[in-house]
């Protein structure tokens, strides 16, 4: 009666996301709905980001909150896209309309909102679509709108996680693995400062420890010598935890020579690494984002 969207004529596929919402939710608990789509139109050729919530169109008003989470997230959402990636990007609006995903006959236990990226019938648009860290960044803007929207329905000064930590290296001493690292950036619309930082280190590069709180950018590691170590570094604070640096590595040489320098190089991450894929002869060729086999900035480990 949830899930399935033919069992009692009971709907389709996208009030199917919105029913489960609302039946996984727990009673009383904070919770927001916002569902990511990309638009297109009968003829082509338009462009820009649009956001939904569920207007008089319906047959009952919108639940409290889902205009403000609106205009939020789309606010985010072009100021994110039009700092990092074209500075006159079409800023559609927020709207109203009685999509199943945000009507309230579906999902009245939380304020709902779809967001239409961009269109994926227009060459340009397209572009962006299929650029992995364009869609990085739209992510960040709409997690810093949820954010944004708790806060200031609370009353209280938002904290957005850090961005992760760059110019990681692990260098070789006389007293062991030296760790050293810069702040990621910060401010609007990326994420906040961090006020501390977790090392997690591994002998393999792959299984990892639960992290070493540091207050610093460096920090040494005591190792045998011989032994390989590898290290990343996240960023914290009120917000949370910021996705992972890459990774580095040393090996702790007996002497606290460090005669051979191993640089990661490998910082591509862009729609030439998209895979190829058949899934069906209706469909033709397609291209698959799976960033796990595209870049998982580790390439350090195998070399």
Same mark, same amino acid.
């Given at each position: 009666?949830?899930?399935?969207?033919?069992?009692?004529?009971?709907?389709?596929?996208? *009030? $199917?996301?919105?029913?489960?919402?609302?039946?996984?939710?727990?009673?009383?608990?904070?919770?927001?709905?916002?569902?990511?789509?990309?638009?297109?139109?009968?003829?082509? =050729?338009?462009?820009?980001?649009?956001?939904?919530?569920?207007?008089?169109?319906?047959? *009952?008003?919108?639940?409290? =909150?889902?205009?403000?989470?609106?205009?939020?997230?789309?606010?985010?959402?072009?100021?994110?896209?039009?700092?990092?990636?074209?500075?006159?990007?079409?800023? @559609? !609006? $927020?709207?109203?309309?009685?999509?199943?995903?945000?009507?309230?006959?579906?999902?009245?236990?939380?304020?709902?909102? %779809?967001?239409? %990226?961009?269109?994926?019938?227009?060459?340009?648009?397209?572009?962006? &679509?299929?650029?992995?860290?364009?869609?990085?960044?739209?992510?960040?803007? +709409?997690?810093?709108?949820? $954010?944004?929207?708790?806060?200031?329905?609370? !009353? &209280?000064?938002?904290?957005?996680?850090?961005?992760?930590?760059?110019?990681? @290296?692990?260098?070789?001493?006389?007293? =062991?693995?030296?760790?050293?690292?810069?702040?990621?950036?910060? =401010?609007?619309?990326?994420?906040?400062?961090?006020?501390?930082?977790?090392?997690?280190? /591994?002998?393999?590069?792959? *299984?990892?420890?639960?992290?070493?709180?540091?207050?610093?950018?460096?920090?040494?590691?005591?190792?045998?010598?011989?032994?390989?170590?590898?290290?990343?570094?996240? !960023?914290?604070?009120?917000?949370?935890?910021?996705?992972? /640096?890459?990774?580095? !590595?040393?090996?702790?040489?007996?002497?606290?020579?460090?005669?051979?320098? $191993?640089?990661?190089?490998?910082?591509? %991450?862009?729609?030439?690494? %998209?895979?190829?894929?058949?899934?069906?002869? *209706?469909?033709?060729?397609?291209?698959? +984002?799976?960033?796990?086999?595209?870049?998982?900035?580790?390439?350090?480990?195998?070399?």
């Amino acid at each position: 009666s949830v899930y399935d969207p033919y069992w009692n004529g009971n709907g389709s596929d996208p *009030s $199917v996301r919105s029913r489960w919402s609302a039946w996984e939710h727990p009673s009383g608990e904070d919770a927001v709905y916002l569902s990511w789509h990309t638009n297109a139109t009968a003829t082509g =050729g338009a462009r820009g980001t649009v956001t939904y919530y569920a207007g008089n169109e319906c047959s *009952s008003p919108a639940v409290d =909150g889902s205009l403000d989470l609106s205009e939020i997230v789309q606010e985010e959402l072009i100021d994110s896209i039009t700092t990092f990636w074209e500075s006159d990007w079409y800023d @559609r !609006g $927020v709207k109203t309309a009685c999509f199943s995903e945000v009507a309230p006959y579906n999902n009245d236990e939380m304020p709902s909102t %779809l967001v239409e %990226l961009a269109f994926h019938d227009t060459e340009e648009d397209v572009w962006h &679509i299929k650029q992995p860290k364009f869609r990085l960044d739209s992510s960040r803007a +709409m997690y810093r709108g949820i $954010v944004r929207y708790f806060a200031e329905r609370d !009353g &209280i000064t938002p904290t957005f996680l850090p961005e992760p930590p760059t110019d990681i @290296r692990a260098i070789n001493t006389d007293n =062991g693995v030296e760790v050293s690292w810069k702040p990621g950036p910060s =401010g609007a619309p990326l994420g906040d400062s961090a006020d501390e930082y977790v090392l997690y280190s /591994s002998l393999d590069g792959r *299984s990892w420890d639960n992290g070493t709180i540091v207050d610093d950018t460096s920090t040494l590691l005591t190792t045998e010598a011989g032994d390989n170590l590898y290290v990343r570094v996240t !960023g914290t604070n009120e917000g949370g935890e910021s996705f992972p /640096s890459n990774v580095v !590595g040393a090996r702790h040489s007996p002497d606290g020579t460090a005669p051979i320098l $191993v640089v990661d190089a490998f910082d591509r %991450l862009d729609s030439g690494l %998209l895979e190829w894929e058949d899934p069906h002869y *209706s469909i033709g060729m397609i291209v698959r +984002m799976n960033t796990r086999r595209m870049n998982t900035y580790d390439i350090i480990v195998p070399h």
